[in-house]
């Protein structure tokens, strides 16, 4: 059972930035690709960003590219997400994900989840 941890939440204002982290227990991490997803009050979950097992391929969700940025340390056995330019719509429950399908790390159908970590953005 693969366990991930994400750390890194908090409450900041419109145009700041914040990382999150996501710690995974499985020595084999970096035979996992990784995704973060968020999930606001009231909305269906949203696909943020993916990561396929090495450091190389990313991709990213419409609402976050070119603002977001995903790597890992595949040695720390940690994914990132660094959050530049938050809006308030960035206001969500953050969730990393393991799979060992690069699709499942971009639709969601993963079979490890974090417990998430809550982002607050007010303008």
């Known amino acids: 059972q693969v366990q991930l941890i994400e750390t890194g939440g908090g409450s900041v204002q419109s145009g700041d930035s914040l990382r999150l982290s996501c710690a995974a227990s499985?020595?084999?991490?970096?035979?996992?690709?990784m995704g973060w997803f968020r999930q606001a009050p009231g909305k269906e979950r949203e696909f943020v960003a993916a990561?396929?097992?090495?450091?190389?391929?990313?991709y990213y969700g419409d609402a976050v590219k070119g603002r977001f940025t995903i790597t890992r340390d595949n040695a720390k056995r940690t994914v990132y997400l660094q959050m530049a330019s938050l809006k308030p719509e960035d206001t969500a429950v953050y969730y990393c994900?393991?799979?060992?399908?690069?699709?499942?790390?971009?639709?969601?159908?993963?079979?490890?989840w974090g417990q998430g970590t809550q982002v607050t953005v007010s303008s």
């Open positions: 990561i396929t097992w090495s450091v190389g391929t990313t």
């Open positions: 994900a393991a799979t060992d399908r690069w699709i499942g790390a971009i639709k969601g159908e993963a079979e490890y």
């Open positions: 499985d020595p084999t991490f970096s035979s996992f690709a």
